[in-house]
């Protein structure tokens, strides 16, 4: 069994050769399995804060990596607008229906996004922290002790799988085939052919579990959703297709991603996960420096809605602006020894649930489940070890471990 230290880990968030930012490619997987876009990030950031990405079928777009411009057009929907797509390539992930909250702009995005808000934040309480800290416990009693397993699969997959399903009012039995086809809808690697047979899949069932929460409402997310939508100005069948369809995802695969590779960086430390152990009232500071170092988001992008300067470069009407999430949170001017992951990081301004009108619906229950989890991890696994660096997602969109393999007592 090895223990990797902090000085062996650079290997893994840095190329070895030195970048030029014509050389840079950020629609290059590999550069991301690799683990060579931080040092991408940094020349970027330095030398390029405003940089020309050309895409092989498609105009190109701004790719923003300094934190101040990232969380500037952040906030600004007026001038740099998400409604026609949030993805790099010009598709949604909705399909051309209605627009999910994610991909939609004023007044529109308002009306869809507070009965979500709303149902989610009613969702939080002691009641649903009690039920998260017990799905942990159950997951980690199931895992093998003293010997190798696959923390992504048997941990890391399951725990927003479960929590958020029950959130949503999706029986158990229906959770791993919803979980497979939003899978679908945010690989990179599936074809358009796949991705619109899930999304048919997706927006089936969600109809019919709409009709089931009109009919029998219960103390559920989709039941609020529905409910809200009938008293208020209602959503159509579409729109709540696409709004189901946008939690479902977002609701798995950023909390699975956040907690393996939080994990792996913790056990990268073991004088910290020593003091982690010692010092509990740190893992919420914990959780927040995870969400920076991980960044699950890499990237989301925006579209001007006319010619303006971006930050000393002049842009047209319909450019594509992608803010980078993953570099902004290593950003050396805002984050002191932003290359380093500290437990105790205070201030973190960081921007790994996004920022301004669109910042993360889940992220309140993210944070929850985290910090369950690593609190759990605490108080149940006396030892933990990796047996080899965790398996990053082939994918320039979202961060995260296909597989993390360790061993714990």
Not at 83 to 109: C, L, Y
Not at 223 to 244: C, Q
Not at 345 to 362: E, K
């Amino acid at each position: 069994m090895t223990r990797f230290s902090s000085v062996e880990l650079q290997w893994l968030a840095a190329g070895a050769n030195a970048m030029r930012p014509a050389d840079i490619d950020l629609l290059d997987v590999e550069l991301f399995r690799e683990r060579r876009q931080y040092e991408a990030f940094r020349v970027l950031r330095d030398q390029a804060p405003v940089h020309f990405n050309p895409e092989p079928d498609g105009p190109g777009f701004y790719a923003l990596t300094r934190h101040e411009h990232v969380r500037a057009v952040a906030l600004d929907a007026t001038r740099y607008c998400s409604g026609r797509g949030t993805q790099i390539r010009d598709k949604r992930a909705e399909g051309t229906g209605a627009p999910s909250v994610h991909n939609a702009d004023a007044p529109v995005h308002g009306r869809l996004r507070v009965p979500g808000l709303q149902a989610l934040r009613a969702s939080l309480g002691p009641e649903l922290e009690a039920r998260v800290r017990q799905i942990v416990r159950d997951l980690i009693a199931a895992t093998p002790r003293n010997k190798p397993f696959d923390f992504v699969t048997r941990v890391a997959v399951r725990l927003p799988m479960i929590v958020f399903a029950e959130v949503l009012g999706v029986p158990t039995e229906d959770q791993e085939k919803l979980v497979d086809w939003a899978n679908t809808m945010s690989d990179i690697h599936a074809t358009d052919e796949e991705q619109a047979h899930s999304r048919a899949q997706l927006f089936d069932y969600f109809r019919q579990l709409a009709a089931e929460k009109r009919k029998h409402p219960g103390n559920d997310i989709a039941s609020r959703i529905v409910a809200a939508s009938r008293r208020g100005d209602a959503l159509t069948d579409e729109e709540l297709d696409a709004y189901f369809m946008l939690l479902t995802v977002a609701g798995n695969e950023t909390t699975r991603f956040l907690i393996a590779s939080g994990l792996e960086q913790l056990l990268l430390q073991p004088d910290d996960l020593a003091r982690l152990r010692r010092q509990r009232e740190l893992v919420p500071q914990t959780v927040e420096e995870m969400v920076r170092w991980v960044s699950p988001v890499v990237q989301m992008r925006r579209t001007a809605t006319a010619d303006c300067d971006l930050f000393g470069t002049p842009i047209r009407t319909g450019d594509k602006v992608v803010l980078y999430f993953a570099s902004a949170n290593r950003d050396e001017r805002v984050f002191q020894d932003a290359g380093r992951f500290f437990i105790d990081r205070h201030p973190n301004p960081h921007v790994g649930f996004g920022a301004g009108p669109h910042v993360c619906l889940g992220a309140e229950l993210a944070r929850l489940e985290a910090r369950a989890f690593f609190e759990e991890f605490l108080d149940s696994i006396e030892d933990c070890m990796l047996c080899e660096p965790g398996d990053p997602l082939p994918s320039n969109w979202f961060a995260g471990l296909t597989r993390l393999r360790l061993e714990w007592r």
